[in-house]
T-cell receptor, first 110, second 115 residues
Framework: RKEVEQDPGPFNVPEGATVAFNCTYS??????FFWYRQDCRKEPKLLMS???SGNEDGRFTAQLNRASQYISLLIRDSKLSDSATYLC???????????FGSGTRLLVRP | SAVISQKPSRDICQRGTSLTIQCQVD?????MFWYRQQPGQSLTLIAT?????????ESGFVIDKFPISRPNLTFSTLTVSNMSPEDSSIYLC????????????FGSGTRLTVV
């Protein structure tokens, strides 16, 4: 079983839609989590950190449920520019290693 | 966040040869990592590059195949040795800045094709 699992998608949504991605993790040693965005043929870039209390950054909301070992990302009012692959990432605090999920591809259509 | 210069950006190599990828950071960083991203896949950690000592390799990766150097806090190299077509992939370096453990930045990657 992979340590971080995601639905690969693709999610094909119209502009303005709300879309939610889910991620589960199996390693309870991962204490910190992030969502990264990766555009085609580009390197991953940090989108936002995920905290137990949840956090919001504009149209993006991330939630972490430690009891269920579940992480989510909600994107409201989708833009064409949101089309990318979204990577769920866990941090092994003891070693500072990032563990990546397989990524969820989002396609926002006009 | 740190700015990373990774080169080459791409290369096409003959099987059996070796390629060295460089990662130069504009500031001293706490930790440096090397990842591989195979076509259509997510990132897999190859190793943690340790300054002044041998790198720490993940399961499935060995020093003979992927020797890594890190002579100082701003520079590291990854060599892909005795290449085969299965090594065709994108290789990325990543750094953790001294500003905090959430400051991970990635290089732009090296797209390697082995023929």
């Amino acid at each position: 079983r992979k340590e971080v699992e995601q639905d690969p998608g693709p999610f094909n949504v119209p502009e303005g839609a709300t879309v939610a991605f889910n991620c589960t993790y199996s390693n309870s040693a991962s204490q910190s989590f992030f969502w990264y965005r990766q555009d085609c043929r580009k390197e991953p870039k940090l989108l936002m950190s995920v905290y137990s209390s949840g956090n919001e950054d504009g149209r993006f909301t991330a939630q972490l449920n430690r009891a269920s070992q579940y992480i989510s990302l909600l994107i409201r009012d989708s833009k064409l520019s949101d089309s990318a692959t979204y990577l769920c990432v866990g941090l092994m605090d003891s070693s500072y290693k990032l563990i990546f999920g397989s990524g969820t591809r989002l396609l926002v259509r006009p | 966040s740190a700015v990373i210069s990774q080169k080459p950006s791409r290369d096409i190599c003959q099987r059996g040869t070796s390629l060295t990828i460089q990662c130069q950071v504009d500031s001293q960083v706490t930790m440096m990592f090397w990842y591989r991203q195979q076509p259509g896949q997510s990132l897999t950690l190859i190793a943690t590059a340790n300054q002044g000592s041998e790198a720490t390799y993940e399961s499935g990766f060995v020093i003979d195949k992927f020797p890594i150097s890190r002579p100082n806090l701003t520079f590291s190299t990854l060599t892909v040795s005795n290449m085969s077509p299965e090594d065709s992939s994108i290789y990325l370096c990543s750094v953790l800045g001294t500003g905090g453990k959430y400051g991970y930045t990635f290089g732009s990657g090296t797209r390697l094709t082995v023929v």
